[in-house]
């Protein structure tokens, strides 16, 4: 992505020099080509349809069509000059700002992703001092991209410990969050809420797999989990997967429930689903209407299957729903909204309809 450069004015010109008027003779010289600086400002020159008004150039610029009696075109008003400045002085702040964000992402603090701030409003800040370079970054990789500089802010980052959207009654101990693994011959829960603490079920994970609770994290470090479903339940918008090395996974579903269920997945580790294609999906979100995303930092390496669509995302309130972090690419196709058997939703679309194998990678 490029960027224009306003023209650097520190060393003014004398006033005798800035206010010498050009020959009319020396005005309408030709140059090598044949056209004068006059002739290539006339309506159908080869330059006409390229021409910018507003465009800047040393000792030049927007121009009053009036003409004083010397035949010199009339100075730009003071208005202009104060539009320029202002303009500049925006440029300039934000370009510090980013500059800041960069230099702290380099040193491994990650402002947008982690409550750095310490309020909602001060993330909406740095939302709204971004959104011209989001824009411009989005313009950039494609419309229907889901590449970004920086995630969205979502609600109700951590699990619903509380119980407060529990079907039932809405205490601490019959919340219904969950995180499990099941197979054919394995079902075991990370993490298990009230009401499943209350059936006797006890959390465990297996050999290469462990959640930590204070920053809501799954680690997978190694993990073969070729044969197992991951499943996810009011898990919050701030749930994690952080990859270690090389893991596999027989499918992952996640549902919101009307508060979240995002997953994000971060580290610098693989992760590949449902290569066996032993699921109809490789990863699917039913947010149940809530605002739940996938989201995919930019040093990890991921390949979903899925014959039915290998990455769904179900009735969620925002719009996009899969992000992907600057400079990840993704490969498979474009995401868009798509209607099957009556049912809607944001998914990877190719040639054919919902793409069998998405890739998020370098």
């Not at 925002?318 to 049912?343: F, H, R």
Request: aromatic residues 12%.
């Amino acid at each position: 992505m490029s960027h224009g450069r306003d023209p650097e004015f520190n060393t003014p010109l004398p006033d005798s020099e800035f206010n010498t008027p050009l020959k009319e003779t020396e005005y309408n010289l030709p140059s090598s080509d044949g056209f004068s600086s006059a002739n290539l400002r006339e309506e159908g020159s080869p330059c006409h349809e390229f021409e910018n008004p507003g465009l800047e150039v040393y000792g030049a610029g927007p121009q009053d069509e009036s003409e004083d009696s010397n035949g010199q075109n009339k100075k730009k008003s003071s208005a202009s000059s104060a539009h320029r400045i202002l303009k500049s002085a925006v440029k300039y702040v934000a370009g510090v700002a980013v500059a800041v964000v960069l230099v702290v992402s380099a040193l491994g603090v990650d402002l947008l992703g982690k409550d750095v701030f310490g309020s909602e409003g001060e993330h909406m800040f740095w939302e709204i001092l971004f959104s011209s370079f989001e824009d411009s970054h989005k313009k950039d990789t494609g419309g229907n991209s889901g590449s970004v500089i920086f995630f969205p802010n979502l609600p109700n980052k951590d699990p619903d410990f509380d119980g407060k959207y529990a079907w039932g009654t809405k205490t601490p101990d019959t919340s219904e969050e969950f995180l499990r693994f099941i197979g054919e011959d394995a079902e075991y829960y990370a993490v298990a809420g009230g009401y499943y603490k209350n059936l006797g079920i006890t959390e465990s994970v297996s050999e290469g797999a462990s959640y930590d609770r204070a920053s809501n994290t799954l680690t997978l470090d190694g993990f073969n989990g070729e044969n197992l479903t991951l499943e996810a339940n009011l898990m919050g918008n701030g749930f994690k997967i952080l990859l270690k090395g090389s893991n596999t996974l027989g499918s992952i579903a996640v549902w919101g429930a009307e508060y979240g269920g995002s997953v994000t997945f971060t580290g610098d580790g693989t992760l590949t689903v449902n290569s066996a294609l032993s699921s109809e999906n490789g990863i699917v979100l039913y947010a149940e209407d809530s605002r739940s995303c996938i989201m995919v930092d930019k040093n990890v390496t991921l390949t979903f299957y899925g014959e039915n669509g290998a990455v769904k995302v179900y009735d969620s309130t925002d719009a996009k729903c899969i992000y992907y972090l600057y400079p990840q690419t993704m490969a498979g196709g474009v995401i868009t909204s798509w209607n099957e058997d009556e049912n809607t939703f944001i998914t990877v679309l190719d040639s054919s309809g919902p793409s069998s194998v998405v890739y998020f990678g370098h």
